[in-house]
């Protein structure tokens, strides 16, 4: 009856050491479970980061690139109308100086029109 206590006690003895084993492999990998969750809520916490950050900087660009886009724009405009005011400028200093130049052509006229006009009425009086 010895022997049959002793194979019981050690059948016991290793039925408890297979539960504890289970328990302490369950507790593993629940442990496993856990710090894997940590790791992929750390890691989607970065990700969501990262694309906070590259979206920022998406959109920085993008203004930034407006940004050079419109002053191009407004030195284009800028531009065109300092040559606008140019060309306001040099037509009207050339319309002056055309009409300047009219008027002492049509005073020139005149005046050899008016000498005409006097040689004729001398040589009518003088004859």
Do not use: H, P, W
Request: net charge positive.
């Amino acid at each position: 009856m010895k022997i049959m206590k002793t194979k019981i006690r050690t059948r016991q003895a290793i039925c408890i050491l297979a539960i504890i084993g289970l328990m302490n492999i369950n507790a593993i990998a629940d442990n496993k479970k856990s710090a894997n969750t940590e790791v992929v809520a750390v890691k989607e916490e970065m990700l969501t980061n990262e694309l906070k950050r590259s979206d920022e900087a998406f959109f920085n660009s993008a203004e930034a690139l407006t940004a050079m886009e419109a002053d191009a724009q407004i030195d284009k405009y800028a531009t065109k109308q300092i040559l606008l005011i140019k060309n306001a400028v040099v037509k009207s200093d050339f319309q002056t100086s055309a009409e300047n130049f009219t008027a002492s052509g049509s005073e020139q006229e005149i005046g050899k029109y008016a000498q005409k006009q006097l040689t004729l009425i001398q040589t009518r009086i003088g004859k």
